[in-house]
Protein backbone atom coordinates (compact mmCIF):
# COMPACT_ATOMS: atom_id res chain seq x y z
CA UNK A 1 0.00 0.00 0.00
CA UNK A 2 1.23 3.32 -0.84
CA UNK A 3 0.99 6.56 1.24
CA UNK A 4 1.93 9.79 0.70
CA UNK A 5 2.15 12.52 3.33
CA UNK A 6 2.60 16.05 3.71
CA UNK A 7 4.00 17.82 5.96
CA UNK A 8 5.28 21.84 6.76
CA UNK A 9 2.03 23.55 6.41
CA UNK A 10 0.82 26.04 9.25
CA UNK A 11 0.11 29.96 9.91
CA UNK A 12 2.76 32.88 8.28
CA UNK A 13 2.85 36.26 7.56
CA UNK A 14 2.32 37.91 4.41
CA UNK A 15 5.52 38.02 2.73
CA UNK A 16 6.73 35.19 4.48
CA UNK A 17 7.75 31.38 3.37
CA UNK A 18 6.75 28.20 4.02
CA UNK A 19 8.24 24.77 2.76
CA UNK A 20 6.39 22.00 1.91
CA UNK A 21 7.21 18.22 2.12
CA UNK A 22 5.85 15.12 0.20
CA UNK A 23 7.26 12.05 1.02
CA UNK A 24 6.26 8.26 -0.64
CA UNK A 25 6.13 5.32 1.15
CA UNK A 26 4.94 1.95 0.46
CA UNK A 27 5.22 -0.45 -2.20
CA UNK A 28 6.45 1.29 -5.41
CA UNK A 29 9.27 1.11 -7.79
CA UNK A 30 9.66 4.74 -9.45
CA UNK A 31 7.50 7.79 -8.78
CA UNK A 32 7.29 9.21 -12.62
CA UNK A 33 5.17 12.90 -11.79
CA UNK A 34 4.70 14.58 -8.82
CA UNK A 35 2.58 17.68 -8.33
CA UNK A 36 1.20 20.07 -5.92
CA UNK A 37 -2.67 21.10 -5.81
CA UNK A 38 -4.38 23.53 -3.38
CA UNK A 39 -7.82 24.31 -2.17
CA UNK A 40 -8.51 27.42 -0.85
CA UNK A 41 -11.83 27.61 1.43
CA UNK A 42 -15.02 26.97 -0.48
CA UNK A 43 -13.34 26.25 -3.93
CA UNK A 44 -12.25 23.79 -6.25
CA UNK A 45 -9.17 22.16 -5.85
CA UNK A 46 -6.55 23.33 -8.29
CA UNK A 47 -2.89 22.54 -9.52
CA UNK A 48 -0.16 24.93 -8.63
CA UNK A 49 2.74 23.07 -9.58
CA UNK A 50 3.96 20.21 -11.69
CA UNK A 51 7.25 18.31 -11.90
CA UNK A 52 7.31 15.71 -15.04
CA UNK A 53 8.91 12.37 -15.09
CA UNK A 54 11.62 14.56 -17.59
CA UNK A 55 12.30 17.04 -15.15
CA UNK A 56 10.12 19.49 -16.08
CA UNK A 57 8.45 21.53 -13.95
CA UNK A 58 5.20 23.47 -14.43
CA UNK A 59 3.20 26.29 -12.65
CA UNK A 60 0.16 27.98 -12.09
CA UNK A 61 0.51 31.63 -13.73
CA UNK A 62 -0.20 32.88 -9.84
CA UNK A 63 2.94 31.16 -8.29
CA UNK A 64 5.41 31.80 -10.93
CA UNK A 65 8.46 33.23 -9.67
CA UNK A 66 7.54 32.51 -5.89
CA UNK A 67 7.54 28.36 -5.57
CA UNK A 68 9.54 26.12 -6.89
CA UNK A 69 8.56 22.76 -7.20
CA UNK A 70 12.15 20.30 -6.16
CA UNK A 71 12.58 16.50 -5.45
CA UNK A 72 14.84 14.30 -3.95
CA UNK A 73 14.77 10.65 -5.37
CA UNK A 74 16.89 9.86 -2.49
CA UNK A 75 14.58 10.33 0.35
CA UNK A 76 11.15 9.99 -2.22
CA UNK A 77 10.23 13.36 -1.52
CA UNK A 78 9.20 16.34 -3.05
CA UNK A 79 8.59 19.78 -2.29
CA UNK A 80 7.19 23.31 -2.76
CA UNK A 81 8.82 26.23 -1.84
CA UNK A 82 6.59 28.90 -1.37
CA UNK A 83 7.97 32.32 -1.15
CA UNK A 84 6.36 36.07 -1.03
CA UNK A 85 3.18 34.29 0.44
CA UNK A 86 0.01 36.23 0.44
CA UNK A 87 -3.39 35.64 1.77
CA UNK A 88 -4.35 34.45 -1.69
CA UNK A 89 -2.18 31.60 -0.46
CA UNK A 90 -4.50 30.29 1.85
CA UNK A 91 -5.76 26.61 1.27
CA UNK A 92 -5.54 23.21 2.13
CA UNK A 93 -2.34 21.47 -0.40
CA UNK A 94 -2.53 18.64 -1.14
CA UNK A 95 0.60 16.64 -2.90
CA UNK A 96 -0.13 14.35 -5.74
CA UNK A 97 2.43 11.32 -7.08
CA UNK A 98 1.74 8.81 -10.51
CA UNK A 99 4.32 5.83 -9.06
CA UNK A 100 4.75 2.48 -10.51
CA UNK A 101 2.94 -0.38 -8.26
CA UNK A 102 4.04 -3.57 -10.42
CA UNK A 103 4.86 -3.94 -13.35
CA UNK A 104 4.46 -1.69 -15.63
CA UNK A 105 0.86 -0.38 -13.66
CA UNK A 106 1.00 3.15 -12.65
CA UNK A 107 -1.00 4.71 -10.11
CA UNK A 108 -1.89 8.05 -9.33
CA UNK A 109 -2.08 8.77 -5.51
CA UNK A 110 -3.12 11.43 -3.35
CA UNK A 111 -1.78 12.60 0.02
CA UNK A 112 -4.42 14.04 2.86
CA UNK A 113 -3.59 17.29 2.70
CA UNK A 114 -1.58 20.14 4.67
CA UNK A 115 -3.00 23.58 5.48
CA UNK A 116 -1.29 26.77 4.67
CA UNK A 117 -3.05 30.05 6.10
CA UNK A 118 -1.45 33.37 5.18
CA UNK A 119 -2.24 36.14 7.57
CA UNK A 120 -1.56 39.23 9.65
Known amino acids: QVQLVESGGGLVQPGGSLRLSCTAS????????MGWYRQPPGKQRDLVAF???????NYVDSVKGRFTISKDNTKNTWYLQMNSLNPDDTAVYYC??????????????WGRGTQVAVSS
Open 96 to 109: NGDLGVGGSSRANF
Open 51 to 57: LSSGGNA
Open 26 to 33: GRFFAIYT
